[in-house]
């Protein structure tokens, strides 16, 4: 399990925040996560029951809306930080997510935790961030990884650049990519 998740069950319909323990966040990423998990997941998926979309994605043919979802919580999970006079909202964890995927389809485990030394100096740190994405594999001394955290810069880099005309209520209402969400507008 991550260390921050939300969990759904559809029998009870209740959802709920897992925290891993011990928690060794800080107050500030503490609340980043809780603004990325409930903020975004949360209130997106809660809020999706109420479209006339809801269950029927294949009749309006909506497309895979990840990315987006995952890009919108990156930046939400910094906004606290951006709102906060002399701090710097950097998606640095996601870039440094990005770059680890990406070599790791050329690296084994230990070459790529070798390569991103230049990147993350703590040996904790930066083995969590080699073993996410080279969790699954048998043989981490092959090439090969877990790519799917590429959507969370790939999404924030859409969302960034459409800044200034999105509608970030419309974003708020259930799961849309970006290009669903102004095709339905």
Not at 133 to 151: N, P
Not at 170 to 177: F, N, P
């Amino acid at each position: 399990m991550a260390p921050t998740s939300v969990t759904h069950d559809p029998k009870t319909g209740k959802s709920k925040v897992n925290i891993r323990l011990p928690c060794e966040y800080r107050q500030g990423r503490i609340l980043g996560v809780l603004d990325h998990e409930i903020g975004t997941h949360y209130l997106r998926r809660h809020n999706e029951k109420f479209q006339f979309w809801y269950k029927k994605k294949e009749k309006y043919d909506l497309k895979n809306s990840q990315a987006t979802e995952e890009g919108f919580a990156c930046t939400n999970q910094v906004v606290r930080q951006a709102l906060t006079p002399g701090n710097h909202p950097f998606l640095y964890r996601s870039a440094l997510n990005y770059y680890a995927a990406f070599y790791a389809s050329q690296m084994s485990f230990v070459e790529l935790f070798d390569d991103m030394e230049r990147y993350v100096d703590n040996k904790h740190s930066r083995f969590k961030f080699v073993l996410r994405v080279k969790r699954g594999l048998q043989d981490t001394s092959e090439i090969g990884g877990l790519y799917k955290d590429q959507v969370y810069l790939e999404g924030a880099v859409s969302i960034l650049k459409e800044r200034k005309t999105l509608d970030i209520y419309g974003m708020c209402c259930g799961k849309l990519c970006l290009d669903d969400m102004k095709r339905l507008s």
